[in-house]
């Protein structure tokens, strides 16, 4: 079945530092891909998406593209702050014979950023 | 409202008492789905709820899981003769239908954390 595999945290990090989060896919289709994110004592919110290859999901300066040839979609940030630290799950989602377009999610990778 | 909204924000419980969790999706949104997030097991898919169809009861752990959605908008997980391993965050999302290629954001409420003792 469908399946998402991320980088297992925690991931330490000082001020300014560059971010990546490896996620990678199994689908039998063509899903879409999500990040969402937790910050501490707050709900899930979406962070970026990609809905086909080779679109770039951006927000808040995170990037991440859909690369289907790797099968990856992995998060970076050129410059993290303080405020950035939180937990990040990479998620897919498929709507296609047998799948009701349920969300699959990594396990998480907690990022933890020092002033 | 604004966002999904789910009550109680926090639940603790006795082993063998039954709960109901209940979600409030956004206005307009005709998917909405149950997760749970624990420590062990992350986040896991519980149950699917398009429209008026029946809902998709596969993502359930067990039969002491039962999900009903009344006038296609609010809808409450019941926990029957809960078990210790039954506490975890329980999450309610809600999106517009989904179509081919899943894209359409879903959009999650602040969750409900039970807690059985």
């Known amino acids: 079945g469908d399946s998402v595999t991320q980088m297992e945290g925690p991931v330490t990090l000082s001020e300014e530092a560059f971010l990546t989060i490896n996620c990678t896919y199994t689908?039998?289709?063509?899903?879409?891909l999500f990040w969402y994110v937790q910050y501490p004592g707050e709900g899930l919110q979406l962070l970026l998406k990609a809905t086909k290859a080779d679109d770039k999901g951006s927000n808040k300066g995170f990037e991440a593209t859909y690369r289907k040839e790797t099968t990856s979609f992995h998060l970076e940030k050129g410059s993290v702050q303080v405020s950035d630290s939180a937990v990040y799950f990479c998620a897919l989602r498929a709507f296609y014979g047998g799948s009701q377009g349920n969300l699959i999610f990594g396990k998480g990778t907690k990022l933890s950023v020092k002033p | 409202g604004a966002g999904v909204s789910q009550s109680p924000s926090n639940k603790v419980t006795e082993k063998g008492k039954d709960v109901e969790l209940r979600c409030d999706p956004i206005s307009g949104h005709t998917a909405l789905y149950w997760y749970r997030q624990s420590l062990g097991q992350g986040l896991e898919f519980l149950i699917y709820?398009?429209?008026?169809?029946?809902?998709?009861k596969s993502g359930l752990p067990s039969d002491r899981f039962s999900a009903e959605r009344t006038g296609g908008s609010v809808s409450t997980l019941t926990i029957q003769r809960t078990q210790q391993e039954d506490s975890a965050v329980y999450l309610c999302?809600?999106?517009?239908?989904?179509?081919?290629?899943?894209?359409?954001?879903?959009?999650f409420g602040p969750g409900t954390r039970l807690l059985v003792l």
């Open positions: 709820f398009q429209g008026n169809s029946a809902p998709d």
């Open positions: 689908a039998t289709g063509y899903p879409s």
């Open positions: 999302a809600s999106s517009q239908a989904p179509t081919t290629g899943g894209r359409e954001t879903q959009y």
